[in-house]
Nanobody
Framework: QVQLVESGGGLVQAGGSLRLSCAAS????????MGWFRQAPGKEREFAAA???????YYADSVKGRFTISRDNAKNTVYLQMNSLKPEDTAVYYC??????????????????WGQGTQVTVSS
């Protein structure tokens, strides 16, 4: 099982960019589908993006065209490049790992391991 640590959050103005990183421990990172989810205050955790073992990518409609998920198996890291940020992107962002050979889920409870989260705040 992997352990996950997110980094890269912070405060940014609307229209700006941030890159989140999620570093995984363990030797089996390449066998996990990875997802990024976010949770704003008072709201449920929601899907943002995911990448499969075979690097197929999936995005929520709200971030499509602005966010890019990628993975570097040599570094055991998954990234979320966030461009054209909006105040409504403000949330705690979590990465998660899923044992899934094909595809990647958009459903939080289907992920087995979660990081501690990193705060992203977008000011208007």
């Amino acid at each position: 099982q992997v352990q996950l640590v997110e980094s890269g959050g912070g405060l940014v103005q609307a229209g700006g960019s941030l890159r989140l990183s999620c570093a995984a421990s363990g030797r089996t990172f390449s066998s996990y589908a990875m997802g990024w989810f976010r949770q704003a205050p008072g709201k449920e955790r929601e899907f943002a993006a995911a990448i499969s073992v075979h690097t197929s990518t999936y995005y929520a409609d709200s971030v499509k065209g602005r966010f890019t998920i990628s993975r570097d198996n040599a570094k055991n890291t998954v990234y979320l490049q966030m461009n054209s940020l909006k105040p409504e992107d403000t949330a705690v962002y979590y990465c998660a790992a899923q044992s899934k050979r094909v595809g990647a889920s958009r459903i939080p409870y289907e992920y087995e391991t979660w990081g501690q989260g990193t705060q992203v705040t977008v000011s208007s």
